[in-house]
């Protein structure tokens, strides 16, 4: 059964740093595409940050592109989300996903979620 675990969210100030984890479990995710998505209140699930496993190629959204990084740790089969400068719309559970394609940026691509951590930013 696959699983994907998120830890590591909470509580900061803006301008504070948090690292977000995914422990993956269940299957060989080396054809896979790990990222991160967010969804704030009354909006929609929205892409931030995907890394490539077997490539290690990563793409970013343009609202986080030079405050986050996305890393992989493969012994570990874990995700990091490493996310600095937050600022309060950076406020959204975060969700860890996984493809097989190369559809990076689409929510509808991906086929294992995690259940959400929360980051809350305040100012």
């Known amino acids: 059964q696959v699983q994907l675990v998120e830890s590591g969210g909470g509580l900061v100030q803006a301008g504070g740093s948090l690292r977000l984890s995914c422990a993956a479990s269940?299957?060989?995710?080396?054809?896979?595409?790990m990222a991160w998505f967010r969804q704030a209140p009354g909006k929609e699930r929205e892409f931030v940050a995907a890394?490539?496993?077997?490539?290690?190629?990563?793409f970013y959204a343009a609202s986080v592109k030079g405050r986050f990084t996305i890393s992989t740790v493969n012994a570990k089969n874990t995700v990091y989300l490493q996310m600095n400068s937050l600022k309060p719309e950076d406020t959204a559970v975060y969700y860890c996903?996984?493809?097989?394609?190369?559809?990076?940026?689409?929510?509808?691509?991906?086929?294992?979620w995690g259940r959400g951590t929360q980051v809350t930013v305040s100012s």
């Open positions: 269940g299957r060989t995710f080396s054809n896979y595409a």
């Open positions: 890394v490539n496993w077997r490539a290690g190629s990563t």
């Open positions: 996903a996984a493809t097989n394609t190369n559809r990076y940026y689409n929510v509808d691509a991906y086929d294992y």
